[in-house]
């Protein structure tokens, strides 16, 4: 089966971008690790959990650069395409709620416009 774009191409380039970002910003990467440790330091959920989670989270939120590195992280900690399925489908599921919960801001503006 042929892939959409090459992700592992993609990945390389997008840490080492991250690294040149890191060598200017140090403090904000710093930051984003604080942040990214303190929810696995708590060691009730599995690493691979916290992966699917991290999927799930990533195609919400679109971002293919999520996408690469958590799909990787993942397959490594053991998670199959059955649970990462699974993780998915939570994932469209909550989505597609959101947009339905998200219509009601929409009819919510259009009732406080000036009649």
């Known amino acids: 089966m042929a892939t959409m774009q090459n992700w592992n191409a993609y990945r ?3 840490v080492a971008r991250v690294g ?3 060598a200017l910003n140090p403090e904000a ?3 984003l690790q604080t942040i990214d440790s303190g929810s696995v330091k708590m060691g009730k959920l599995e690493p691979k959990i916290h992966e699917l989670i ?3 989270v ?3 939120t679109r971002c293919d650069g999520c996408i690469s590195i958590h799909a990787q ?3 490594e900690l053991g998670a199959s395409r059955d649970e990462v399925a699974e993780a998915l489908g939570t994932a469209i599921a909550l989505n597609a709620g959101a947009a339905l919960v998200y219509t009601s801001r929409v009819f919510d503006a259009i ?3 000036p009649k």
Do not use: C, H, N, P
């Open 12 to 14: 390389e380039a997008l």
């Open 20 to 22: 040149d970002f890191a």
């Open 29 to 31: 990467m710093r930051g």
């Open 54 to 56: 991290a999927l799930a």
């Open 58 to 60: 990533a195609v919400t």
């Open 73 to 75: 992280k993942a397959i």
């Open 111 to 113: 009732d406080s416009l």
